[in-house]
């Protein structure tokens, strides 16, 4: 998939985050929690509780020249579930390695909405960046990756996942890729490996939600 192809399809991306964290970001870029950890130098003992364990509220780090930074919880996901939902081989530490080494972006409203509308997100006060896809895709492309689910949730009848469900974005075109998912999904998250430091040139507005 090229970037045009998938800004044709998703020509807006949206990263949800805590509110204040804008300030930061502008400044460091737009970290994984791996990236984060490393440059906020946290301690192998916080590091681990962080980085391997589902968080089931945000935790905020500081460092005496970069500030503080809000890390996101893991709160629509469990454990005991993830174990469930695994392929078979990867443990639910694992996988909360990977989505740790990845920055997510919803690729549509739909999914952003219904983030902001769960019962466990009401009444509470978010940032979301909305993202230009073709400027970051044409940027980022080779640490792009989609997903046809949300990765880092659990609930309900939460769907199997592996390390297929993570696609480098030029494996495929749209249509091989739908081919090869049975042509019943469509890109639900859009990660990048890593980080993006210069994400404010992809940036197109922050929004406020109450």
């Known amino acids: 998939m090229t970037p045009e192809e998938l800004a044709s399809r998703h020509p807006r991306l949206y990263h949800v985050t805590e509110p204040g964290a804008w300030e930061g970001i502008k400044k460091n870029g737009l970290l994984s929690t791996t990236r984060l950890l490393d440059l906020f130098e946290v301690s192998d003992v916080q590091r ?13 780090i500081e460092h005496p020249d970069y500030g503080y930074a809000i890390i996101n919880d893991n709160l629509p ?13 990867i443990s639910p530490m694992e996988w909360l390695g990977i989505l740790n080494s990845r920055v997510f972006f919803w690729s549509c409203k739909d999914g952003l909405n219904r983030l902001l509308g769960a019962r466990l ?3 509470r006060s978010r940032e979301v960046l909305v ?3 073709l400027s970051l895709a044409n940027v980022y492309a080779e640490q792009i990756e989609i997903s046809p689910i949300n990765s880092g949730a659990t609930l309900r009848k939460p769907a199997k996942r592996g390390h297929n469900t993570f696609t480098p974005l030029g494996c495929y075109s749209f249509k091989e890729w739908s081919k090869l998912r049975g042509c019943r999904d469509q890109i639900r998250e859009v990660t990048v490996r890593d980080s993006i430091l210069d994400i404010t040139k992809h940036t197109l507005e922050v929004l406020q939600v109450e």
Not at 77 to 89: F, I, N, Q, V
Request: proline residues 3%; charged residues 35%; hydrophobic residues 25%.
């Open 48 to 60: 681990k509780s962080i980085e391997t364990k589902r968080r089931p509220s945000s935790v905020r």
């Open 77 to 89: 996901l469990t454990e005991s579930a993830l174990a469930k939902c695994l392929d078979s081989g």
């Open 121 to 123: 997100n009401r009444n």
């Open 131 to 133: 993202i230009d896809t």
